[in-house]
């Protein structure tokens, strides 16, 4: 492979010890003193290593991952990658790891790259999988030979569009180009307008095929009203808590869909017995929004409400926390909701199951693969993500409706990922430099591209290596805090602070602290 060579106030809250402090406490540049500073720093410079070392010199595509020696690299990527290399390199150049010239040529060659991409004309999104040294849509997968059904994703197109965002503020002189890429793509083609059964407000599928796939898929004209015929998912993206937000934030932000589209997702399931399925009976009440009724419902865990996501993990909860400023935008939903689920992710890991250590999301299986880990009773999902390798799954009585089956369970081979940890930098700073600097220094789990992807805690088994999507977020998320959230400021324009942030200013979630908390009652 070819690659480049580089020249505020505290929360109050103490859960088992850690204490939380809100978005903004530690004020511009917090991070900017001392051995905190080094930390991170280091740890942003070896981990942009791993990202340039994952990219074609030819292409400007980073691979979908690559081995921990940094030598052997996947044959696919997506927009989602493509997208967080972006972002990772503007944030590379505003920590002086790289400089102005090579970021902005790199930048540049990904985007003349992207501008030759096969794309669905009909709606300017991008395909799930290329080739990240040809740039060719792939129709069969690297190695194995098997069939692709070309598909376009909702949420990694989401992301890509999010970069494109952000290179054409970093970047002046690349913003025509980006510009142009950003404008080609049209959110409302994923936007139904008819909603999720039983929700009473429009929202998006999960994407679309051109042709029939082998799998579940709606045939309908598309909904931007190109006239072409798409195959949608079978599925909407309707819980409100998911890392697919970012593409109904920009679909808003750009005039392409509604705001009440924020009200066309579930924070939880309705309550009552016919939907004791999911993993807790949620409590809560309903509000209306712009005429539109919506469940505030949420969940319980140690005290503390808050709205889970479908699997309980970190980057469904706070991936887009990382360009949006949800916290500021939404103080009665997000600026609740985020701490309280690090606080959870936090207890269920150093206290419920007795790791010592916490952050859990979908990453590298340190046995082989790819799985979803999450904290399962902090999940919609009643068969959701585990926090183990064993798949412990947490049961807990549905009061009035069933009683649980594995209400609270012994825990195994913990599986943390630290990129989980870095998304909580906002909310614990100090609890997530503890937990890194102990998986670094007492687990092992770093190498020549910084943290690997996951490590087993039990057993110290090692995933030595490492995902682009998962080093992208750790670059943002350092960076946002060594640089007081520049990655925020070059996502957010005008049309976006008027058509966005009113309506998750108004949302009220259920999320609150509970007893012996700080006293922000949801």
């Known amino acids: 492979m070819k690659r480049w060579m580089s020249a505020a106030v505290t929360i109050g809250v103490v859960l088992s010890g850690l204490s939380l402090v809100s978005p903004g406490a530690m004020g511009p540049g917090a991070g900017g003193g001392g051995e905190v500073s080094q930390d991170l720093n280091r740890w942003a410079r070896d981990t942009w290593q791993s990202l340039a070392a994952m990219t074609d010199e030819g292409t400007g595509l980073p691979a979908d991952h690559i081995s921990g020696d940094l030598e052997t690299s996947s044959a696919y990527t997506s927009p989602t990658n493509i997208g967080g290399y972006l972002w990772s390199t503007v944030t590379a150049r505003d920590l002086g790891i790289i400089g102005t010239d090579e970021a902005r040529d790199r930048m540049s060659t990904t985007l003349d790259t992207l501008a030759g991409l096969e794309r669905n004309d009909a709606s300017g999104m991008f395909y799930n999988w290329y080739s990240p040294t040809t740039g060719e849509k792939l129709t069969s997968w690297p190695g194995s030979g098997d069939p692709v059904h070309p598909f376009l994703s909702t949420v990694d197109n989401g992301w890509l569009a999010a970069a494109l965002r952000i290179v054409r503020e970093a970047e002046p002189q690349l913003a025509d180009e980006a510009d142009a890429l950003y404008d080609s793509m049209?959110?409302?083609?994923?936007?139904?307008?008819?909603?999720?059964?039983?929700?009473?407000?429009?929202?998006?599928?999960?994407?679309?095929?051109?042709?029939?796939?082998p799998e579940?898929?709606?045939?309908?004209?598309?909904?931007?009203?190109?006239?072409?015929?798409?195959?949608?998912?079978?599925?909407?993206?309707?819980?409100?808590?998911?890392?697919?937000?970012?593409?109904?934030?920009?679909?808003?932000?750009?005039?392409?869909?509604?705001?009440?589209?924020?009200?066309?997702?579930?924070?939880?399931?309705?309550?009552?017995?016919?939907?004791?399925?999911?993993?807790?009976?949620?409590?809560?009440e309903y509000r209306t929004y712009d005429g539109v009724d919506v469940w505030e419902g949420a969940y319980r865990y140690a005290g503390m409400s808050f709205v889970p996501s479908w699997g309980g993990s970190m980057f469904e909860s706070l991936m887009p926390d990382l360009l949006v400023p949800e916290t500021s935008w939404g103080p009665t939903s997000w600026g609740l909701n985020h701490p309280i689920t690090v606080a959870v992710q936090e207890q269920?890991?150093?206290?419920?199951?007795?790791?010592?250590?916490?952050?859990?999301?979908?990453?590298?299986?340190?046995?082989?693969?790819?799985?979803?880990?999450?904290?399962?009773?902090?999940?919609?999902?009643?068969?959701?993500?585990?926090?183990?390798?064993?798949?412990?799954?947490?049961?807990?009585?549905?009061?009035?409706c069933a009683a649980g089956a594995n209400p609270a369970p012994e825990f195994g081979d913990g599986v943390v990922t630290p990129h989980a940890s870095f998304l909580a930098l906002p909310y614990d700073r100090a609890g997530v430099l503890s937990n890194l600097r102990g998986i670094e220094d007492d687990l092992g789990g770093y190498g020549l591209g910084g943290f690997y992807d996951a490590v087993a805690v039990r057993s110290g088994t090692i995933s030595e290596q490492y995902l682009s999507l998962d080093q992208s977020m750790i670059m943002a998320a350092i960076g946002n805090e060594l640089t007081g959230d520049s990655l925020k400021d070059y996502f957010v324009d005008s049309d976006m602070r008027e058509r966005l942030r009113p309506a998750m200013r108004q949302q009220h979630f259920g999320?609150?602290?509970?007893?012996?908390?700080?006293?922000?009652?949801g």
């Open 511 to 521: 999320s609150s602290w509970g007893e012996g908390g700080d006293g922000c009652e």
């Open 348 to 400: 269920h890991g150093l206290d419920e199951a007795g790791y010592g250590y916490w952050g859990f999301s979908p990453a590298s299986n340190p046995f082989g693969g790819y799985a979803e880990y999450g904290v399962d009773v902090a999940g919609i999902r009643s068969d959701g993500y585990t926090s183990d390798v064993e798949r412990t799954d947490v049961d807990i009585d549905r009061t009035g």
């Open 216 to 284: 579940c898929s709606v045939a309908a004209p598309m909904y931007n009203g190109s006239g072409e015929i798409a195959h949608y998912t079978c599925h909407h993206y309707d819980t409100t808590v998911s890392e697919s937000r970012i593409a109904t934030y920009l679909g808003i932000a750009n005039g392409q869909i509604p705001a009440t589209a924020l009200y066309g997702t579930r924070r939880t399931m309705p309550p009552g017995c016919d939907w004791a399925w999911q993993e807790q009976v949620p409590q809560g």
């Open 186 to 213: 049209d959110f409302a083609a994923f936007f139904d307008p008819a909603g999720a059964a039983g929700l009473a407000a429009g929202t998006n599928r999960g994407g679309f095929w051109e042709t029939a796939p």
